[in-house]
């Protein structure tokens, strides 16, 4: 019996094709906009994670300051940083993988008869392991070359391009670069990672701490510490040990505020991820109104098949269809509407994320959860919405029904 009125509702489809289509074109968009929503959220959450973590792995980042109200802070007047801080940290300090302090300025690079402007940064060959860097040619720098302060030079794949061209890291090692007054020898190209939260990761020029504060700033200074902890160390009570070192080393009373700050990369991770969540879920559920709305046109067009069919409905009833048989026919002729509108929906959906995540620059995450209870939803938005028409129809009187015009 329920393959027989299975079948007479798939007939009852194919009869009105161009009205069935139409009939779906709501929960289609519906379940097309819901898929499509949510996978690129999870897509833009994903690239958001990873341009997080391309800054280092479990990355603490220590830079002079001053807190002031609202959050911020000002480096105006605040002692820097030492290199002595830095080794400090290193050996008082557990659970501690690498600490790099880091000098950074912006300045413009001359090579091959071409100038850039990028940013220099002056560290040790710990600056590499804190930030994930890898080589993708040539070496890091030598104990007696950061020692002695000398003229060498690592760069990035954006510097190796704008001043040497050719393909990625097979140009540009061996060659000079002159920064301000000096020249330096490029020992190493460094892997792309491409745009981060920061801008261009690859637009950067690395020295020796001591060539940058010799040659280039003139300061025993370094701009900030990069601290990166051991895999499964937990970041709290790390942080509090080196909030109580750094006061204790700048001398710092307890009435008197802290004059750095300590900054978690992956906290800022974490935050941005749950606020891509919420917006994710926010999209999804505004997409998910469309499917009400096609839930609505379906009982819409249920009606009017009910009413065109009233005379049909009142020919099976009089030769002893039963109540439950119409009602099931019709109730299965709305499911399989819905259900047909969810598989296109779900066709649609996943060449749009495809098409939409290439030209969005985020990676494409096929989610099956979200398909598959989208294709729930939709055959349920056939229940409900198809169950009055069904019922309306099952409770015709047969006389009446035949009486119809």
Not at 268 to 286: E, F, I, K, N, Y
């Amino acid at each position: 019996m329920l393959f027989s009125v299975f079948m007479l509702a798939i007939r009852s489809v194919q009869r009105n094709m161009l009205r069935s289509f139409l009939t779906i074109l709501g929960i289609v968009i519906g379940v097309s906009a819901v898929i499509t929503m949510v996978t690129l959220g999870h897509g833009a959450t994903l690239a958001i994670e990873t341009q997080i973590t391309s800054l280092g792995t479990n990355l603490l980042m220590i830079s002079p300051g001053q807190r002031i109200a609202g959050g911020g802070g000002s480096g105006g007047g605040v002692p820097q940083f030492t290199e002595a801080d830095a080794e400090a940290i290193a050996s008082q300090i557990g659970g501690v993988a690498a600490v790099a302090p880091q000098g950074r300025t912006s300045v413009t690079v001359v090579a091959n008869g071409r100038n850039w402007s990028t940013g220099v940064t002056g560290s040790t060959n710990a600056w590499f392991e804190t930030g994930n860097w890898k080589l993708a040619s040539g070496r890091l720098f030598e104990a007696q070359e950061q020692l002695a302060g000398a003229a060498v030079c690592v760069i990035g794949e954006t510097v190796r391009r704008e001043l040497f061209g050719g393909a990625s890291g097979q140009s540009g090692l061996g060659q000079q670069l002159r920064i301000k007054q000096f020249s330096c020898d490029v020992v190493g190209i460094l892997v792309s990672k491409g745009q981060g939260g920061m801008g261009d990761q690859d637009d950067v020029v690395v020295l020796p701490l001591h060539t940058l504060q010799r040659r280039v700033t003139g300061s025993r200074k370094v701009n900030s510490l990069l601290v990166s902890m051991e895999e499964g160390s937990d970041s709290g009570p790390l942080k509090a040990s080196l909030r109580q070192l750094l006061r204790e080393r700048r001398k710092l009373s307890e009435s008197d505020d802290d004059n750095f700050n300590i900054f978690d990369t992956q906290q800022l991770a974490d935050t941005l991820s749950s606020t891509m969540g919420v917006l994710t879920s926010l999209l999804g559920a505004v997409a998910a109104v469309s499917l009400l709305v096609g839930g609505i046109g379906i009982m819409n067009i249920m009606l009017v098949s009910v009413t065109e069919r009233t005379r049909e409905i009142g020919l099976r009833l009089a030769v002893g269809a039963l109540e439950r048989e119409v009602l099931l026919q019709f109730l299965i002729e709305a499911v399989v509407l819905s259900a047909l509108g969810g598989l296109v929906g779900v066709i649609i959906a996943t060449g749009a994320s495809y098409a939409l995540s290439s030209v969005m620059a985020v990676p494409y995450v096929f989610d099956p959860t979200i398909n598959l209870l989208s294709m729930v939803f939709s055959a349920a938005i056939g229940v409900l919405f198809g169950y009055f028409p069904a019922r309306r129809a099952a409770r015709m009187d047969p006389i009446d029904a035949l009486r119809h015009e």
